[in-house]
């Protein structure tokens, strides 16, 4: 069964600086893979995804994911971090080959900004 | 904005109360999902609806009790509940039930069982 982990509870970044969250999966695969985030007091927005093809991914609100098999990740970043991005961020996981099964969302990392 | 809605922002109910939460999205998408988050985790699936069918029951209570009237709503019945499912109750919807098919989350409903 495919699980991901995001190794880092807390982040803080001052507004301007770079941004890289961590996302870490296990599949014997190439899995369907996401990027959500949630702002306080409301749902989750899909950031980006990544199926096939092209492993540098382009998101919205300018984050981009790449993907790397041979390190079984796939890190979002930002180059340059907004005070209206702190937000919960949500690495999830699918597998292709498995019909009937649902998403596996990581634990999640907390994006503070600074001033 | 969110393209799904739903209602009430708020509840607050006692242990014998029977309530309902209602989730609307009118993207023509087929199948359509309750969430339950607790504060700083991620969101754990309840239910899926696909083509107004349950498809996913993840062992959850009987005490919840879905309802899919039609492709465009989605309902939750509550009665009976414990202080322990206090959360925030996600609905979600998507084009297809396939697991590539990307969620699209509504703003939640604030539950509290006193």
């Known amino acids: 069964a495919q699980s991901v982990t995001q190794p880092d509870i807390h982040i803080t970044v001052s507004e301007g600086a770079s941004l890289e969250l961590r996302c870490n999966y296990s599949y014997g695969a190439t899995p369907y893979l996401f990027w959500y985030v949630q702002s306080p007091g409301q749902g989750l927005q899909l950031l980006l995804k990544y199926f096939s093809g092209d492993t540098l991914v382009q998101g919205i609100k300018g984050f981009e994911a790449e993907f790397k098999r041979s390190q079984s990740s796939f890190n979002l970043r930002k180059p340059s971090v907004h005070w209206s991005d702190a937000a919960e961020y949500f690495c999830?996981?699918?597998?292709?080959?498995?019909?009937?099964?649902?998403?596996?969302f990581g634990k999640g990392t907390t994006l503070s900004v600074s001033s | 904005d969110t393209e799904v809605t739903q209602t009430p922002k708020h509840l607050v109910m006692g242990m014998t109360n029977k309530k309902s939460l209602k989730c609307e999205q009118h993207m023509g998408h087929r199948a359509m999902y309750w969430y339950k988050q607790k504060a700083k985790k991620p969101p754990e699936l309840m239910f899926v609806?696909?083509?107004?069918?349950?498809?996913i029951n993840e062992s959850v209570p009987s005490r919840f009790s879905p309802e899919c009237p039609n492709s465009s709503l989605l309902n939750l019945h509550l009665h009976a509940l414990q202080p322990e499912d206090s959360a925030l109750y996600l609905c979600?919807?998507?084009?297809?039930?396939?697991?590539?098919?990307?969620?699209?989350f509504g703003n939640g409903t604030r539950l509290t069982v006193t």
């Open positions: 609806y696909s083509y107004e069918k349950l498809s």
């Open positions: 999830a996981v699918g597998a292709p080959d498995q019909a009937g099964t649902a998403l596996i």
């Open positions: 979600a919807s998507s084009q297809e039930g396939a697991i590539n098919s990307p969620l699209h």
